[in-house]
C-alpha cells in the first residue's frame, strides 16, 4: 500500500509530461509510492507517452486515461484521479511543472506525520516563463510556519501556493457539488482542507511552476463575463461552505467579479447591463463616492461627454497653472 499518492493531472502537455513524471520517480523516500497520471484526452501525444511510463514501470505510474474531456479546467480530471488514490497522503503537481527536490515527498510526509493537526503542507517554488521572461521565487522570506483558513480570506485573490509545492492529507472522500462546478479547483480545495486543519510550510525550493501557453492561468479569460460568472459563483459556495463567518470581506471580493464584468466582451458595449452591474457593486462593495465616480465616469458616462469632460479639466489645470 502506498504511503503517498502523486497525482499529475495533465491535458496536451506532451512538451512537458516527460519531465513532470521523471521528476517524480527520482523521489528518495523511505516509504512507497504510486504516481497517478490523469490525462484530460489530450491529443497531442500525452496520452502515448503515460502509456510508455506505464510499460517501464508497471505498478508504479498508473495512468488515468478518460475517454473524453471532463471539462471544468482539469477539474473533474483531478476529482476522477484521486478517486484511485490509495496513499495515506497524496502530492498534486500539474503536467507542465516538476519536482527539483528528490527529497521534496519525504519533507513533506515528515511534517505531516509530526503534525496530526496539519491537513496539508505546501513549500516554495520557482516561477518560470516560457517567454523568457526572468524567473521568481514565488514566496520571500516573510512566510510564516504555518497557516490557517483566516490567511486565505481575503478581499482580493490571494495566493501563495503553488499547485506542485502542495500535499494533503486523502481525508476527504466526496467533495461538495458545487466545487465540481468550479473551473478553478486549488482556491476551492484548499479552502476545504483549511476548515480540517492548519496548513504547514516548508521554505525550500522543491518544485517549479511553468506559465505557458497551455497552462490553465493562460486559460483563464478575464474578459470573458462567464469565466467571470464561474469565479462570483465559487466565491459565493465558499462563502456558505464558511457559514458566512467572514461575509463582509467575502463581498468585496465577490464584487470585484461584478467590477471586472462590466469590461467583459459580452457587456462592454451594453448600457443597461453596465447599470445593473454597478448597482450589483455597489450593493456589495459599499465602496467610496471617490470610487464610485470612477465606476460611473469609466462604464457609464458616454464617450462624448467623457471627451467634454476632458477638454474642460485640461482647460481649468492651464488656468489655475497660469
Same mark, same amino acid.
Given at each position: 500500500?502506498?504511503?503517498?499518492?502523486v497525482?499529475?493531472?495533465?491535458?496536451?502537455?506532451a512538451?512537458?509530461i516527460r519531465?513532470?513524471?521523471?521528476?517524480?520517480?527520482?523521489?528518495?523516500? *523511505?516509504?512507497?509510492?504510486?504516481?497517478?497520471?490523469?490525462?484530460d484526452?489530450s491529443?497531442d501525444?500525452?496520452?502515448?507517452?503515460?502509456?510508455?511510463?506505464?510499460?517501464?514501470?508497471?505498478?508504479?505510474?498508473?495512468?488515468?486515461?478518460?475517454?473524453?474531456?471532463?471539462?471544468?479546467?482539469?477539474? !473533474?480530471?483531478?476529482?476522477e484521479?484521486?478517486?484511485?488514490?490509495?496513499?495515506?497522503?497524496?502530492?498534486? !503537481?500539474?503536467?507542465?511543472?516538476?519536482?527539483?527536490?528528490?527529497?521534496?515527498?519525504?519533507?513533506?510526509?515528515?511534517m505531516?506525520?509530526?503534525?496530526?493537526?496539519?491537513?496539508m503542507?505546501?513549500?516554495?517554488?520557482?516561477?518560470?516563463?516560457?517567454?523568457?521572461?526572468?524567473?521568481?521565487?514565488? *514566496?520571500?522570506?516573510?512566510?510564516?510556519?504555518?497557516?490557517?483558513?483566516?490567511?486565505?480570506?481575503?478581499?482580493?485573490e490571494?495566493?501563495?501556493m503553488?499547485?506542485? /509545492?502542495?500535499?494533503?492529507?486523502?481525508?476527504?472522500?466526496?467533495?461538495?457539488a458545487?466545487?465540481?462546478? /468550479?473551473v /478553478?479547483?486549488?482556491?476551492?480545495?484548499?479552502?476545504?482542507?483549511?476548515?480540517?486543519?492548519?496548513?504547514?510550510?516548508?521554505?525550500?525550493?522543491?518544485?517549479?511552476?511553468?506559465?505557458?501557453?497551455?497552462?490553465?492561468?493562460?486559460?483563464? *479569460?478575464?474578459?470573458d463575463?462567464?469565466?467571470?460568472?464561474?469565479? !462570483?459563483?465559487?466565491?459565493? *459556495?465558499?462563502?456558505?461552505?464558511?457559514?458566512?463567518?467572514?461575509?463582509?470581506?467575502?463581498?468585496?471580493?465577490i464584487?470585484?467579479?461584478?467590477?471586472?464584468?462590466?469590461?467583459?466582451?459580452?457587456?462592454?458595449?451594453?448600457?443597461?447591463?453596465?447599470?445593473r452591474?454597478?448597482?450589483?457593486?455597489?450593493?456589495?462593495?459599499?465602496?467610496?463616492?471617490?470610487?464610485?465616480?470612477?465606476v460611473?465616469?469609466d462604464?457609464?458616462?458616454?464617450?462624448?461627454?467623457q471627451r467634454?469632460?476632458?477638454v474642460?479639466?485640461?482647460?481649468?489645470?492651464?488656468?489655475?497653472?497660469?
Amino acid at each position: 500500500m502506498p504511503k503517498v499518492s502523486v497525482l499529475i493531472i495533465t491535458y496536451n502537455q506532451a512538451k512537458f509530461i516527460r519531465q513532470a513524471i521523471d521528476s517524480v520517480l527520482m523521489q528518495q523516500t *523511505n516509504f512507497p509510492i504510486e504516481i497517478l497520471v490523469g490525462d484530460d484526452f489530450s491529443k497531442d501525444g500525452t496520452r502515448e507517452i503515460i502509456q510508455e511510463y506505464e510499460r517501464e514501470h508497471p505498478g508504479l505510474v498508473k495512468g488515468v486515461l478518460h475517454p473524453r474531456n471532463m471539462g471544468k479546467n482539469g477539474g !473533474i480530471n483531478f476529482l476522477e484521479t484521486l478517486k484511485r488514490a490509495e496513499g495515506e497522503y497524496y502530492a498534486l !503537481i500539474d503536467g507542465d511543472d516538476y519536482l527539483t527536490d528528490p527529497l521534496k515527498l519525504q519533507k513533506q510526509v515528515d511534517m505531516l506525520d509530526a503534525h496530526p493537526d496539519y491537513s496539508m503542507v505546501f513549500h516554495n517554488a520557482l516561477i518560470t516563463y516560457e517567454d523568457g521572461s526572468p524567473s521568481e521565487i514565488l *514566496n520571500g522570506s516573510d512566510m510564516k510556519s504555518y497557516y490557517t483558513i483566516e490567511d486565505l480570506i481575503g478581499d482580493k485573490e490571494i495566493w501563495f501556493m503553488a499547485t506542485s /509545492s502542495t500535499m494533503y492529507r486523502n481525508t476527504i472522500k466526496e467533495y461538495p457539488a458545487w466545487f465540481r462546478e /468550479s473551473v /478553478s479547483g486549488d482556491i476551492p480545495r484548499l479552502i476545504l482542507k483549511a476548515k480540517m486543519g492548519k496548513i504547514g510550510y516548508i521554505p525550500d525550493v522543491m518544485s517549479v511552476y511553468r506559465k505557458n501557453k497551455n497552462g490553465t492561468s493562460f486559460t483563464d *479569460n478575464e474578459a470573458d463575463a462567464v469565466y467571470l460568472k464561474n469565479r !462570483i459563483d465559487m466565491y459565493d *459556495n465558499i462563502n456558505r461552505e464558511l457559514e458566512y463567518r467572514y461575509d463582509r470581506v467575502m463581498k468585496k471580493n465577490i464584487a470585484r467579479y461584478y467590477r471586472m464584468m462590466m469590461n467583459s466582451k459580452q457587456y462592454r458595449d451594453s448600457y443597461l447591463a453596465k447599470l445593473r452591474l454597478t448597482a450589483k457593486y455597489y450593493s456589495l462593495a459599499r465602496p467610496s463616492w471617490e470610487d464610485l465616480k470612477t465606476v460611473i465616469y469609466d462604464h457609464l458616462t458616454p464617450p462624448a461627454i467623457q471627451r467634454a469632460y476632458g477638454v474642460i479639466a485640461i482647460g481649468l489645470h492651464r488656468i489655475l497653472n497660469n
